[in-house]
């Protein structure tokens, strides 16, 4: 007996109604087969945006593995400094200064030493290099500063107090901008001290406004900036030559000083520094001193 379904072959085996997975009731609440994934059958090694895909990943495992690479280097550099520091028996190991770096015959020796790589925080590292050259910048700026006010003063007598000023300048803001601002960013982030961060603001907040100054170039101040440079060009074309491209060089070396500044900002919000942690470095650093204690302890002893 043919039975419904079968196309009227009566040799067809009829359907297993015995079986309960079979059931219609069954089958509609069964879920659906996971997603295939992709085989090398639906690879298609010459698809421009699959190629395109595994370049991309390419490229990220490598800039992955140079980045654990350097990573490993900074650990090992770390690790070889406290073995040395343990064979001298838990001292730190004797750094010998290194900057300025000074020929051997000069009678003045390094005062500080200096290695960003060793002493700085990988993820430091950029911003405390930007701010060396930064302070670079500026010393260049200083002296070719001096050099343009020089050149006016050679064609123009009464511009004696630019040149005057421009040479002070120069010597003075050389190392002071260097001990007063670089070195306690430096050690700021070199050892995360909070009160080094708010010398370093206060004191770099004041640089950049000096910064702008030089920019503008006020006659008489000793800067030749765009409203020197401009004034000269007037009357020596020459000697604007020189001038010119000490103004174009303040103006970049201020914007580059008020970007380094928000951007050193953000970090050191970042790094859980505090006010109150500033005040903490500070007190602890002034208890540590042994005048401060030698006066104390002799204020103690007198008494009232």
Not at 187 to 213: C, E, M, P, T
Request: proline share 9%.
């Amino acid at each position: 007996m043919a039975h419904p379904g079968d196309g009227g072959n009566p040799f067809a085996e009829p359907p297993d109604l015995d079986n309960p997975f079979q059931d219609p009731a069954v089958t509609q609440h069964r879920p659906s087969p996971p997603p295939q994934y992709a085989t090398l059958d639906v690879y298609n090694p010459f698809d421009s945006h699959e190629q395109a895909a595994a370049a991309v990943a390419t490229a990220d495992l490598l800039r992955q593995q140079e980045e654990l690479n350097r990573k490993a280097e900074e650990l090992d550099r770390r690790e070889q400094e406290l073995r040395h520091a343990e064979a001298l028996g838990g001292a730190s190991p004797p750094r010998r200064n290194n900057w300025p770096p000074l020929p051997a015959f000069c009678p003045v020796q390094p005062c500080f030493f200096q290695d960003i790589a060793v002493e700085i925080p990988q993820e430091f590292q950029r911003v405390v290099t930007a701010m060396y050259y930064l302070w670079l910048c500026s010393t260049a700026s200083l002296l070719l500063n001096f050099v343009a006010s020089l050149a006016w003063f050679c064609v123009s007598t009464d511009r004696g107090s630019d040149f005057g000023l421009a040479l002070l300048w120069a010597l003075i803001f050389t190392p002071c901008s260097f001990v007063c601002w670089y070195r306690p960013m430096y050690k700021a982030f070199r050892s995360d001290s909070s009160f080094n961060f708010f010398v370093f603001f206060f004191v770099f907040f004041v640089q950049d406004a000096v910064y702008v100054l030089q920019a503008i170039g006020i006659p008489g101040w000793g800067f030749s900036g765009w409203v020197s440079a401009l004034m000269v060009l007037k009357s020596n074309p020459p000697v604007a030559v020189l001038a010119l491209p000490v103004a174009l060089l303040f103006t970049g070396i201020a914007v580059l000083g008020i970007v380094l500044l928000k951007r050193i900002h953000s970090l050191y919000r970042r790094t859980g520094a505090s006010f109150q942690k500033a005040q903490e470095e500070f007190a602890a650093g002034v208890f540590a001193n042994p005048a401060v204690r030698t006066a104390a302890a002799s204020a103690a002893f007198r008494g009232p």
